[in-house]
């Protein structure tokens, strides 16, 4: 029987609430006997970068907002128990009865995906190099230029070195 394979399934949700139907798929993972069924739920997610009010802020941003991961085995009601989650629209591809599975080439590069993310350190990944021009946009030197050998910026026309954070520059 094919049915009794496990594979993922994506559940199109509505936008803004994917993070609501994980909470009510998990606690009734937890609760009642889907958890025989459904085995994991995920919302992939990639951190992003922001400067708000002189402070560095780490905000999570949904990957493919919209969109619910679950693995599970979809027999007897499982399916109809998904479908009728609050804030579900509807499984994404499949016929209007059952649905389709991911490709295990479509889930690796999904989960590899959110490996990247997770691995991420703490500063974004933006390389600057020697003799590329940037202008700082935070800061007491906001809306200033300078070039990278370890930024000089031109202040009353004197060159000033100054030490900044790759948030606080950006490529001109």
Same mark, same amino acid.
């Given at each position: ?41 995920? %919302? ?44 579900? %629209? ?56 300078? %070039? ?25």
């Amino acid at each position: 029987m094919s049915e009794e394979k496990k594979g993922w399934y994506v559940l199109r949700a509505i936008s803004g609430k994917e993070n609501k139907v994980k909470e009510v798929l998990d606690a009734e993972i937890k609760n009642t006997d889907l958890g025989n069924y459904v085995f994991q739920v995920l %919302i992939p997610t990639e951190k992003v970068y922001t400067v708000r009010n002189g402070k560095k802020v780490v905000k999570e941003k949904n990957l493919y907002s919209g969109y619910v991961f679950v693995e599970a085995i979809l027999v007897g009601e499982v399916v109809h128990h998904l479908r009728n989650t609050t804030n579900v %629209i509807d499984f994404l591809g499949g016929k209007s009865n059952q649905p389709e599975p991911l490709r295990p080439s479509e889930v690796n590069r999904m989960l590899g995906a959110v490996d990247e993310m997770q691995e991420v350190g703490d500063e974004p990944a933006v390389v600057y190099h020697v003799g590329e021009t940037v202008k700082v946009n935070y800061g007491p030197f906001n809306g200033f230029s300078g %070039i990278i050998e370890e930024v000089m910026v031109k202040i009353f026309g004197r060159k000033t070195p100054l030490e900044l954070e790759n948030s606080q520059v950006e490529r001109e």
